[in-house]
């Protein structure tokens, strides 16, 4: 396996040197590309930006110097905003990052208590719905076996669950 880099391959050193961004794919002995899931990106933080696409961004990104310049990178790019994030939130003081650290832990505990309520909130309908069905065909007469099939056709029940509901209501 041989990597070709810009330092041993007088072509790739002079296309290398009029960009600011190179892509790089492990070969074999052959030219076979070894993978397409390993790329190597270069990208040089020292030269002239050109334009506003998304390369240019992680260079502004990694070149800025305080909170204000990760302030001023306004990007579509969701990777880059994740990033200036959680660079945000590590330069926080010690007691501002545990302060930020507990609220977030009151946001998920409070989204896993909202999940559970609703779930059993789901359950309880579904219990309900599943009475009322069983009590209404009962007062209307219909047979336990065609019970049964409508508890399996609108919840997707087992025939013995429903066989059980049938006793049960």
Wanted: hydrophobic residues 35%; neutral net charge.
């Amino acid at each position: 396996m041989e990597i070709i880099s810009p330092k041993t391959d007088f072509l790739a050193k002079e296309l290398f040197m009029k960009k600011y961004h190179s892509v790089y794919y492990l070969r074999d002995e052959e030219g076979k590309l070894f993978t397409d899931l390993f790329e190597v990106h270069i990208i040089e933080l020292r030269k002239q930006l050109k334009g506003n696409d998304a390369v240019n961004d992680w260079i502004r990104f990694f070149n800025a110097k305080s909170g204000e310049e990760l302030d001023m990178i306004h990007t579509k790019n969701v990777g880059i905003n994740a990033a200036i994030g959680e660079v945000k939130r590590m330069s926080l003081s010690e007691h501002m990052r545990a302060r930020y650290e507990a609220h977030m832990k009151e946001i998920r505990d409070r989204n896993a208590r909202e999940d559970y309520v609703r779930k059993l909130g789901r359950e309880e309908g579904r219990e309900e719905g599943i009475r009322v069905l069983v009590e209404t065909c009962k007062e209307l007469g219909i047979q336990e076996a065609e019970i049964v099939t409508k508890l399996k056709t609108k919840f997707g029940i087992p025939e013995k669950d429903a066989h059980n509901y049938i006793e049960k209501y």
